[in-house]
């Protein structure tokens, strides 16, 4: 994430079991779940939202809005009134 005190880089894990869609979430010495996780598979690619709650480096709760096509991720997170912050990844082999 890009954000106003610098890049955060964060790890997630993205599945699917019986229950649905999960992931979670490490970085900044902290690992969380991720909740109300969707996906909606469109033809620009899959849109994926999730919420999730960190306390370093400050307490926050943040909502993602991404699109996911091929290998790589982009989009934006919130926090509250903050202003959005830009959001891009790639894909990792397990």
């Known amino acids: 994430m890009a954000t106003p005190i610098g890049t955060i880089e964060a790890t997630y894990v993205f599945s699917v079991d019986a229950d649905g869609p999960r992931a ?6 902290e690992s969380v779940d991720v909740s109300g996780l969707t996906i ?13 709650r960190i ?12 699109v996911v096509n091929g290998d790589e991720l982009v989009g934006v997170s919130r926090a509250g009134r903050l202003p959005r912050t830009r959001v891009s990844g790639t894909r990792r082999s397990a």
Not at 24 to 29: E, I, L, S
Request: hydrophobic share 30%; net charge negative.
């Open 55 to 66: 306390t370093r480096p400050l307490r926050l709760d943040l909502h993602f809005d991404v």
């Open 24 to 29: 979670d979430a490490t970085g900044r010495d």
């Open 40 to 52: 909606d598979i469109r033809d620009d690619g899959e849109h994926v939202s999730w919420d999730q």
